[in-house]
């Protein structure tokens, strides 16, 4: 999917930022508490249409550091409600008024209660780190968790050092591809093999040129976007 020309400036747009931009820290999850990783999963999905949204979130939760605790302590109608009230006031994107048909909050919800079915976060990101291959913990999230697919599972298993051979593609790295040269299915996100066709493809002809993990390549392409596309 990648023309010459396209993988040459990509080579050249990591080795500027590559020692800007740091590589995601290996195993970062064995620093956060149950508290912390939750707010991961719940960011994920509030970042779906908005990566603002994900930003509002962690703002919101800033200050909260027994909110996980207190939903511990609800029945499940009442950690909906209390999930759909912190999703509205943060502003998230497709955080619909009506909570029956607010997905995110539904989705959210069932993933506290997944989490909890484990022992909590930690102990379920934990489970996914013994699995031995990263693609398998990619599907294995995304299985797991709702609202959490393909490019959401790359995403926060990414975040969490669990995963350093994966891209996140979403709309921010989509459009720096295109804008040089890259020639993508419009099904890309939708499509598991043309996902992982890409995948693949920039791993061996960019990052490990580059001598960068995917990882690392994600985090240079999202955090430098408006930088490169202004080029």
């Known amino acids: 999917?990648?023309?010459?020309?396209?993988?040459?400036?990509?080579?050249?747009?990591?080795?500027?930022?590559?020692?800007?931009?740091?590589?995601?820290?290996?195993d970062n999850w064995k620093k956060k508490e149950d508290a912390e990783l939750w707010t991961s999963v719940l960011r994920q999905i509030a970042v779906v249409g908005s990566a603002a949204s994900g930003e509002s979130v962690n703002a919101?939760?800033?200050?909260?550091?027994?909110?996980?605790?207190?939903?511990?302590?609800m029945t499940p109608r009442r950690r909906l409600t209390a999930i759909h009230g912190l999703l509205r006031d943060a502003g998230v994107r497709y955080a619909a008024e009506d909570i029956s048909k607010c997905r995110k909050t539904v989705a959210a919800n069932y993933n506290f209660e997944v989490l909890a079915s484990y022992g909590g976060p930690k102990s379920y990101f934990k489970k996914v780190a013994t699995i031995s291959h990263e693609g398998w913990?990619?599907?294995a999230?995304?299985?797991?968790?709702?609202?959490?697919k393909n490019k959401g599972a790359r995403d926060l298993l990414i975040g969490l050092g669990l995963v350093q051979h994966a891209i996140?593609?979403?709309?921010?790295?989509?459009?720096?591809?295109?804008?040089?040269?890259?020639?993508?299915?419009d099904d890309l996100a939708a499509s598991k093999p043309k996902y992982k066709e890409l995948e693949t493809e920039l791993i061996e002809v960019v990052c490990k040129p580059s001598e960068i993990?995917?990882?690392?390549?994600?985090?240079?392409?999202?955090?430098?976007?408006?930088?490169?596309?202004?080029?």
């Open 1 to 26: 999917m990648l023309t010459s020309k396209t993988i040459k400036r990509l080579n050249a747009i990591v080795d500027m930022y590559k020692n800007i931009v740091p590589a995601p820290v290996l």
């Open 60 to 73: 919101s939760l800033r200050d909260k550091n027994d909110w996980y605790t207190s939903l511990l302590s």
């Open 137 to 139: 913990r990619i599907a």
């Open 141 to 148: 999230v995304a299985d797991d968790l709702a609202y959490v």
């Open 168 to 185: 996140a593609f979403d709309t921010r790295l989509v459009t720096i591809l295109k804008n040089l040269g890259a020639k993508l299915p």
């Open 213 to 231: 993990t995917g990882a690392h390549f994600d985090r240079i392409l999202f955090s430098s976007y408006k930088k490169i596309v202004q080029r």
